[in-house]
C-alpha cells in the first residue's frame, strides 16, 4: 500500500481520539479548565449518560470574546509562556488539545464572559469548524456544551456503553475533583436529577459527607501530618471500621490533580495491613503535594497519570503517614514491626531501580497477618471472592491467659483469644439472625434492670434485633424494666449487670458502623467472648482454634483488629541464623 499522509481532518481526530475516549473524559477536561479558570462553582448537566449532552458551566474568570475561537485551535492555551514550564506545571492543562479535540468529535457551543465584561461571546463549532461566532447575555464564567458525541464516528460510537455506566463514570469524575476541590461547590445532574452536590466551604470532611454520606464522613481521619520533607500528604483516610470490596474508593491526587496510580494506591492499602478484613480494603482521600519539578504530569494523553521522580520516597512518606495516623487510634500489635517492611511488590515499580530492593532495612519481625503475603494478587483480589481459609492449627499452650500458641503447617501463629472468640461469636450471630433463628434461655425469676436515657434510646433502636437474638425485656412501670430471657450466650451472667452493659457495647463508637444486624452482633459478641486474662484448658484451646478455622474472614475481629499473628518457619529459621 502506498504511504500517503492523512489530511489535517484526519490525523485531528486520531489525536482527538487520544484525549477524548467517552463522555467522562469531555466532563474531565471541561471541569478542569474551569478550576483552571478559578471557578468557586461548577454546576454539571447531562442527558442519558452524557451521550447526547454535556454542559459544564462555571463561574471562573472567562474568555475574551476575541480569544474565544482560538481557544479551539489545536495546541492553543494560556497555560504555558515557555517550554522550561513544562517542567513544573502547576495547572491541570497545558497542551491546549482539550477543546479542539471535543469539537472535531461532538457539537460544541461556548459562551462565555470575562469577569470585566458587560456581554459574553459565544462561538458554535460543527465538525471542527466555527460555525457561528458573535455575542450572548450570560453571567460572568463560562458555559461549555457538547452534543452528539461521536454521532460522526460510528466506530467510536459502538464503544460506547450503556447511559447508566457513562453517567457513572461521570459522576465518578466529578466525584473526585469535588474532593480534591472542597472550596469548590459542585453540582451534578443527569437528566435532571441531582447527584451530586457539594457546600464548596473548603472543608474536606463536608465535601466526603456530600459524596459518601455522614456516617462514612464521621469515620475519617486526619492523614498525620510530616512537618518536614518536600513531599507533604495530606486528606482523610477511613478508619477500620468503614471499609470497601474494592480499592476504587481510594482518590489520589497530587498537587490537587486527580490522579490513578495503581503502586500508590496498593501501597495505601497496605498500610491498612491487618486491621481490615481480608479481601476489604479502605476509603481514602490523599493529596500529595510536592515540588512541581519532582513530578511528570506528561506522560499520558489524559492526564491521568504521573510519573514522581523519587517513587520510592513518595511511597514510603505516604504509607507512614497512613500507619501513624491508623496506629494513633487504634494500636494493633505488629504495626510499628511492620512499618519498614511494606514496600510495594517490585512490578508495581516503573522505571529503573526497581528491582533493587529498599537498602537499609533492619531485619525485623514482620509479624503481620497472612494476607500480606497474598498481596501481589492487585488484579484477582478484586474479582474473586475471597475464601479465607485458615490452616490446621494445633495448640502448644496458653500466653499470659491473653495468647493461644499454636503451631501450623508454616510456623507459628500467637491468636489474641478474645478477639478470637469474638470474631467466632460475630459469625455465628450474624447467621442465626440471616436464618431467623432464635434461641432463647428464660431466665428462672425475671431480673429488674435500671437502664440509664442512653442505653433506654438504644434498646429502642436495636429492639428489633435484641428480641431476635433471644432478648426479652419489658417495661415494668415507672421507668423500671424486666428481663425475662436472655441470648443464651448470655446465660450464667448476672441479666441485671450484663443487659446494660450489653447496650453499652452496643453504643461504643468504634463497632462496625454497618446495619443494626452487625452492630447487635458485635455487641453480643464482645460480651459473651472470653476475656484476656481467664486461663482455657487444652480442649478449650483446641475447640477455639477449631471455631476459627470455620470462619468467613478468622483473620480479624470485628472491629478490624488482627486476632492472630503469624511468624513463618521461614522467619524463624532467619531469625536464628539458622539461613
Ligand atoms: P488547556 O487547558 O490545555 O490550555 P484547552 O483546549 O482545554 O487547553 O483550553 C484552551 C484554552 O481555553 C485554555 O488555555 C484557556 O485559556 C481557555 N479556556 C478553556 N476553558 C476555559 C474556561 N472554562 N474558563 C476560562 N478559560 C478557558
Ligand atoms: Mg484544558
Not at 38 to 59: L, P, W, Y
Not at 491 to 504: C, H, I, M, Y
Amino acid at each position: 500500500m502506498p504511504i500517503r499522509v492523512l489530511t489535517p481532518q484526519e490525523a485531528a481526530r486520531i489525536a482527538a481520539g487520544e484525549v477524548i475516549e467517552r463522555p467522562a473524559s469531555v466532563v474531565k477536561e471541561l471541569v478542569e479548565n474551569s478550576l483552571d479558570a478559578g471557578a468557586r462553582q461548577i454546576t454539571v448537566e447531562t442527558r442519558q449518560g452524557g451521550i447526547t449532552f454535556i454542559r459544564v458551566t462555571d463561574d471562573g474568570y472567562g474568555i475574551e470574546p476575541e480569544e474565544l475561537r482560538i481557544a479551539f485551535e489545536r495546541h492553543a492555551t494560556s497555560k504555558l509562556t515557555s517550554e522550561e514550564e513544562l517542567w513544573r506545571i502547576e495547572t491541570l492543562g497545558f497542551r491546549g488539545e482539550a477543546l479542539p479535540s471535543m469539537a472535531a468529535a461532538a457539537d460544541v457551543e461556548m459562551v462565555s464572559r470575562p469577569s470585566g465584561a458587560l456581554v459574553a461571546g459565544r462561538v458554535v463549532l460543527k465538525e471542527g469548524v466555527v460555525e457561528h461566532q458573535g455575542s450572548a447575555g450570560a453571567p460572568p464564567g463560562t458555559s461549555t456544551t457538547v452534543q452528539n458525541l461521536f454521532q460522526r464516528q460510528p466506530g467510536r460510537l459502538k464503544f460506547m456503553r450503556s447511559a447508566a455506566a457513562e453517567g457513572g463514570q461521570i459522576a465518578n469524575v466529578v466525584t473526585q475533583y469535588a474532593l480534591a476541590y472542597p472550596e469548590v461547590r459542585f453540582t451534578l445532574r443527569n437528566d435532571g436529577r441531582e447527584q451530586l452536590a457539594t457546600p464548596g466551604n473548603d472543608d474536606l470532611r463536608d465535601t466526603a459527607a456530600a459524596v459518601y454520606g455522614v456516617d462514612v464522613a464521621a469515620e475519617l481521619l486526619p492523614l498525620h501530618k510530616d512537618a518536614q520533607g518536600s513531599i507533604q500528604p495530606a486528606g482523610l483516610i477511613g478508619s477500620p471500621a468503614v471499609s470497601r470490596a474494592n480499592r476504587s474508593y481510594i482518590s489520589l491526587f497530587v498537587n490537587r490533580r486527580w490522579i490513578r496510580h495503581r503502586a500508590l494506591t496498593f501501597a495505601i492499602g497496605e498500610a491498612y495491613q491487618g486491621m481490615l478484613p481480608a479481601g476489604r480494603h479502605p476509603i481514602a482521600i490523599v493529596e500529595v503535594r510536592l515540588p512541581p519539578d519532582q513530578v511528570d504530569v506528561n506522560v499520558h494523553p489524559a492526564k491521568a497519570e504521573v510519573r514522581f521522580r523519587d517513587e520510592r520516597a513518595v511511597f514510603a512518606v505516604v504509607q507512614r503517614a497512613v500507619r501513624r495516623t491508623l496506629s494513633d487510634r487504634v494500636p494493633v500489635p505488629g504495626v510499628e514491626a511492620s512499618l519498614t517492611a511494606t514496600a510495594p511488590p517490585d512490578f508495581l515499580l516503573r522505571g529503573e531501580g526497581a528491582s533493587s530492593p529498599a537498602s537499609g532495612v533492619a531485619p525485623t519481625l514482620s509479624f503481620q497477618p497472612q494476607e500480606a503475603r497474598t498481596a501481589p494478587q492487585v488484579a484477582t483480589a478484586e474479582q474473586a471472592a475471597f475464601v479465607d481459609q485458615l490452616p490446621v492449627l494445633r495448640p502448644v499452650g496458653q500466653l499470659g491467659n491473653t495468647y493461644v500458641i499454636a503451631e501450623g503447617p508454616d510456623g507459628m501463629y500467637m491468636i489474641d483469644q478474645h478477639a478470637a472468640h469474638e470474631r467466632i461469636l460475630y459469625e455465628r450471630f450474624l447467621g442465626q439472625q440471616r436464618e431467623g433463628v432464635r434461641e432463647v434461655q428464660p431466665l428462672l425469676q425475671p431480673a429488674p434492670v435500671e437502664l440509664t436515657a442512653r442505653q433506654l434510646s438504644l434498646l429502642e433502636s436495636y429492639g428489633e434485633q435484641l428480641t431476635a437474638m433471644g432478648l426479652d425485656i419489658e417495661p415494668f412501670g415507672d421507668g423500671a424494666y424486666v428481663v425475662r430471657a436472655v441470648p443464651p450466650s448470655m446465660t450464667g451472667k448476672d441479666a441485671a449487670s450484663a443487659v446494660p452493659e450489653l447496650l453499652d457495647l452496643l453504643g461504643r463508637e468504634d463497632g462496625p458502623k454497618e446495619e443494626p444486624a452487625h452492630r447487635v452482633a458485635a455487641s453480643l459478641a464482645c460480651h459473651g467472648s472470653v476475656r484476656a486474662g481467664q486461663s482455657m484448658t487444652d480442649e478449650e484451646q483446641r475447640e477455639l482454634l477449631q471455631s476459627l478455622e470455620q470462619c468467613e474472614h478468622p483473620r480479624t475481629c470485628p472491629h478490624g483488629r488482627p486476632t492472630m499473628v503469624h511468624m513463618s518457619s521461614n522467619e524463624l529459621a532467619k531469625q536464628f541464623r539458622r539461613r
